[in-house]
Each structure stands twice: as C-alpha cells, then as structure tokens.
C-alpha cells in the first residue's frame, strides 16, 4: 500500500509540474504576443532595423501647382513619376525636379509639403521663363538687308513663340559672330537686348556692330629656296583679295594650309620643315597682309633599302612593291608608311594576314642619305573559319555569300577577296562593302566579317527630260532590283530584278515589263523575260523618215562559264508596223512600209573584268551576240546579224579614266529575204556613236528625202577621257570614229567619219546627264560641206 501511495503521490506531482511548465508557457507566449502587438502598432509610426529607428514612409495625398500660366497643370504632373497614392520619396521628388526642368520651361521650381489627409500634400511652385514674342535685328547695313535672309543663314536655335533661353541667345550672337567673320567682317561684335513685358512675353533684338570688312590683299613667303612662291601659293585655299576672290582670312582655313605646306615639304624629303604665319594689319585700310615663314632644312634621299625576315616571300616580289623609299628617291616618313603597307599587302594576299613589317631608318653620315631596314615577322598562313554577314537588313546572306569567291577553310586570299568585293558592288545592292577579322577557335583561322551598308534599290519615279535623241520624254517607273516574289508584303531580298517602266514623249512611247532571276534553284544560271511595246513617229531630226510601232518579248538564259566569262541564249518574237514614209521617198524606203514579224534565237558571249558595272576605272569589256531570225524560227524576214565591242578602261592619276571602246555590226540576209529590213539595219551618227554629226546620219541616205537608210555593216571606234572636277561631275574629252555601209561585203571601203569634243557628266538624283559637244572632221553623207559643231544632251534613267 505504502509503495502504492508513494507511486501515486509522485504520478500526481509529475502532472502538477506538467500543468504548471503549460501555464507558464501560456503566459510567456501571451506576454510575447503583446508585445508583438505594441511592436506592430508602433511599426505604423516607426521601423526598428539593426536598432536604429527611422519614420514610416508618408503617402502623397494631393499634389498642387503654382505659378504656371503657359503650361497646363496636368502636363506638369505627367512628367512626374511621384504621383497621388504613391510614397513621399526625396529621392524620386529629386528625380521629378530633374525631369521638369527638361521641359525648359522653367526658371525655377521649389516642392514644398503640408501634413493633409493623414499623409503629405505636395506643393510645386514654378516660375515659367518668358515666351519670345519677336526676335529682331538691328545694325545689319553692308552684309544682309533682310531678316528673313539672315534667319535662313544662322539657323538661330531661338526661335518666336518658345520659351526663353539664356545660353541659347549666346549660342545664335556666336552663330551670328561666325557668319560675319566668314564674309570678312572679323571685327564685328554680336550681342542682344531683351525687354520683358508684364504678360511675362520677352521681345529679343540682336545688335550687330558691323566693322569694317577686312580683306587679305597680300600674302608674302619667306624662306622658300627650292620651290617658287607661285608653287606654295598654289597649295592654300586662303587667297588674296581680287575681282573672283574676296581674300577672307579664316583661321581654320589658314591652319589647314600651314599644314598642307609642311606635308608638301615632307613629301618632298624635307623632313626638318618648318612653318609659320603671322598677320599685319594696315589701321587705316583694314587690309591684311599674311607672311608664311618656311624653314625648309635639309632634303633627304633613300640610301640603302635592306630587307630581312622574309621567307616565304621572294626579295624580288618585294622590291617589287617597294614604290616609294627606294635608293636615289626623295625619303619622307608617308613613302615610308605607304611602302610598309605594300609589304603587308603582299603577305597579306598570299594568306599571312598576321605579317608584319617593321621599318628602322637612320642618317648615313658618310652619304648623307637616310638607310631604310625593313625587318619582317612572317607568322603563319591564316585560314578561313567562318564567314559572317554583318549589316544586311533587308537581303538575304544568301545572295552575298553565292558572290563571294572566298569560302571557309581556303587561306586568306587577297585577289579573291577584292573579287569578291567588286562582285557585290556590281549588285548595286550596297553603298558601302568591307572586310574585318575576329579570331576564332584555332590559332591559325580567322573569322571574316563581310560588312555591307545597303542602299535604296527600290524606287518608284517619275519625271521628265530632253535629249537629242529622243526630245522631250517623259516617264514613269516602278523598279525593284532586289526583288523577292515569295517575301509577301516586303518583296525585297532575294536580287531578283524587276521593273515596269512607260516612256512617253514628243517624237517616241514605250512601255516595258522585265524580270531577271540571276540565281536559279541557287544555281548559277539566270533566267528572265521582257515585254515590250514602242512607238517612234517620222522626225527627220532625230534620223526616222517613218513611223514605226513594235510590240513583242522574248526569254532569256545566263549562265556564267569561268569568273570572268559568260554566256546567254535568248528568243524574241516581235511585230513592226511601218508607216507614214513621205511621197517624195524613193523606192528604197517605200518598200519598208507594211507589218512584219521577225522570230529569232540570239547567242551571246562576254569577257567582262571591270571593276565596276556602273562606274568602271579598270579592266576589259569583250562582247559579242549572233542572232539569226527566220529560217527554222519562223516569222516573215530572214536574216542573221552579228554585233561586237570590246572596251578597255585605263585608271590615270586623281581618278582620271581613259577608255579605248570599239563596235562592229554585220548583218546579212538569207532564204526569202532579198535584203535586211530597214528597222534591223545598224545606223551611226549623234550622241552614242559619232559626236558632232546629226542623229542616225552616217551611212546611206535616201537621195530623195535625206532620210537615213542604214546598212548591213558598221564600224565605230571612240577614245574617251573622263577627269573628275567633284564628285558629281567630270569632265570629258573625246574623239570619234567609224562608218556604216550599204552592203555586208563593203565594211571599210570610202573611208570614216570622224569627230573631236569636249562634254560634261553629272550625276543628279533621276540619274546620269551626258551634255556633249562635237566638231565633225568630215562632211556628212548628201551634205555638201562639213556641219559646224553640235551639242548632244541626254538624261538617262538610272538607280
């Protein structure tokens, strides 16, 4: 029993401790919720974080504005991120302060706060600056007159009804100042008064204190020993005042020809140059007289040429390159750089992009010349990995890379890689192709980056012109040459070529569809067609004793053969109508009158290495086609003709290209035809073949109506030389030769007609003009003596 008892007693003990460690946790964990509780209450008021406290973000009740007249309330707060709602932020009010002061509308702009609603009211008090009522002008006598002139001129950043702007009227009296000092005012004075009305409107006027117009009516060089003072004064743009110069003194201007003095000292082995200016200025006359002090030094010649380093390249090929800095010549440090990068460019086209070429010079005392060491680090062969296209937007990579002549993993070729460059440019797709490198995975391969900056080649035109040729004509054109069918609704990308074009004019009309895919199946074969309708009434001045309609097409094939051969097979059906041919003709031209169809099956072949289609400096054109029509073909005349031409291109210096061009047509007529009909004979004369003779004049006439007839044969030979004067404009001298002849077997008998002249050609943006002028050498066919001169002028379309 006592051990019973005692159990119980201890049992009961243990479950008076159990209850009591629950109450005392119950208790605990009440204390602990209140003061949670009192915490969070206090959170409304403050944060404990780390110990530290700090207030409790206040919400923005409402938001007012004061002081804006001119901008609205509500375009005030849009520009603000703090807003009714959101948390009183001092960063973001900052920020908002920022963002209001780029409406440059305001002068100043406090933010000020009221406790409102249980959170902050936001007062933003503005001071707007003052709107420009007028902007004038005053002291303006000797250089402008009108103020309507002169705002075109300075392009004044102030402008009427914007709001005023302090640093902007400095910047336009600069402006200002700078268009003076440009026309020689360079004593005149800017400065500008303001008046500020109480609608807070501003009235601007800027004074001009004019001076005097200072000219430079002398310039003097001194020290000058080898070259006259004519030479040195040649090279500066800044000249003496006379009848076409108004002999302004611009600082920029002088410095650029102090500079360009010493670079032609250098050039010319005086590497010690020295060159100096100064100014003196007559106080009575404002005249200015500009003195160029030269101290030339010494001229140096290259000594000894040693080339060490090289390998894989033979010294001969090298000397080879070695243009300027060769022993005897002048040594300045640009031959040095230039013939440096022609070592490099040789490595560079044999796969060593990695070579370098380093120079060391040094004065032979015993000589006096400059010895030159040219050490080369060969490297190794880099290869291609891979080929990027970079820039291209609207065409695919793939039309660049099938142009390309370099491919992955062939070493790094520098004639295939400007082949391949004048292949791109011949797209006409790209104002702008380079090549870059990046490194790849292995140490010996490169990247090549192929850059591109396409241009426009869609267009849709319209407009007018007059030529010789065709008289006044104009025309309406839908083009695009780089065309994809499948590229729904862009149509751009894939270098198809497609153009819908309608001609109309005073003496011809034409309309015309035509596509070209160059790349068929992406292979290189070509494919297009043409659609075609003209008209060309009788106009005796342009060569036609008839009118004449056409309409037909035809189908063509292309394919490229080697690089830099090509071939071509086309059919053509056409229908011509003759008409309209005066009484007083002879039977020669009368017989052409009526209709006919000619079906025929033209070959054609080319040799074309010029560096560029549209613009050629260099390189061949050797062409030639044989079309036969009728026979197997069909149609109503049979015949087969025979044309030719081959063009050489020579570059010369400053840009300057010499052309050497030759033609030849022979035609023949065969089966059922007794002879050539006269809309497929070949003609000369006028601004395309023989300058300085009347359009389609040279060869046989009628004896009647002086109308040309045309012949079976024909031979044209032209020299041209093109010098660029600006980069829209050249100048052209020319000679012209040939003749065209009655009969096949006749070519060359009774001689050429030939002509000299003078022309110009300008690029404009509805493409090239050819203004020509010709003297004719010899009298024209019915003509009893030789024509005097006669200009040409056409305006061909392009894009």
Known sequence: MIKNSKIKNFGFCIIILIFAFCIFNFICYAQEEGTTQKTEGAAQKTETTG????????????????????ISTNKIISQMKTKVGSPYLENVISDDIKRLYLLEAFSDIKVETQDYKGGVKLIITVVERPIIETISFEGLRHLYTKEEKLRELVNLKSKEKDFLDYPKLKEDCASLKNLYEKKGFSDCKVDYKLDINKENKAFVKFVVEEGKRVRVTKIIVEGNKHYPQRRILRLMKTKRAWL??????????????????????KREGFSDVKVEQSVARDPKRSNLTLTIKIEEGRKYLVGDVKIQGNSAVPE??????????????????????????????????RGYIFARADEVTSLNPATGRVDVVYTIVENEIA????????????TKDIVIRRELRIHPGDKFDGEKLRRSKERLQNLGFFEEISYDTEAANAADKRDLIVQVKESKTGAFSFGGGYSTVDQFVGFIEIEQKNFDWRNFPYFTGDGQDLRLRASFGTVSDSYELSFTEPWVFDYPLSFGFDVFKSSHTRESDVGYGYDEKRTGGDIRLGKEISEYVSANLMYKYEQIDISNITAEATDD?????????????????????????????????????????????????????FFGRASKYFPLFRGSVLEFMGRIGLANNYGNSEEIPIYERFFA???????????????????????????????IGNIEYTYPLYDFLKAAVFFDTGNVW???????????????????????PIGPIRLDYGIPLNKAPGEEDKSSGKFHFSVSHGF
């Open 244 to 265: 076409l110069n108004p002999g302004i003194l611009k600082e920029e201007v002088l410095l650029e020809d102090i500079e360009r003095i010493s670079s032609f000292y």
């Open 316 to 349: 001969k090929d090298i000397r080879a390159k070695l243009k300027e800095c060769t022993t005897g010549k002048v040594f300045s440090q640009e031959a040095l750089k230039q013939d440096v990068a022609n070592i490099q460019g040789i490595y560079f086209d």
């Open 589 to 641: 031209l009368r017989k052409e009158k009526g209709k006919n169809s000619i079906s025929s099956m033209e070959f054609g072949m080319s040799y074309d290495t010029r560096d560029n289609v549209f613009d050629p400096t260099k390189g061949y054109l050797l062409s030639g086609s044989l079309q036969n029509a009728g026979g197997p073909f069909g149609g109503g005349k049979d015949f087969y003709k």
């Open 383 to 394: 290869y291609v990995d891979k080929i990027k296209i970079r820039g291209n937007i609207k």
């Open 742 to 764: 009655k009969r096949f077997s006749d070519i060359g008998i009774g001689g050429f007609k030939s002509s000299f002249g003078l022309g110009a050609r300008i690029k404009t």
């Open 685 to 715: 004369g006028g601004a395309y073949t023989i300058r300085g003779y009347e359009e389609r004049k040279i060869g046989p006439i009628d004896t009647a109506t002086k109308d040309p007839l045309g012949g079976e044969s024909m031979l």
């Open 51 to 70: 110990g530290i406290e700090e207030p409790v973000q206040k919400i923005v009740k409402s938001i007012e504005v004061a002081g804006n007249k001119s």
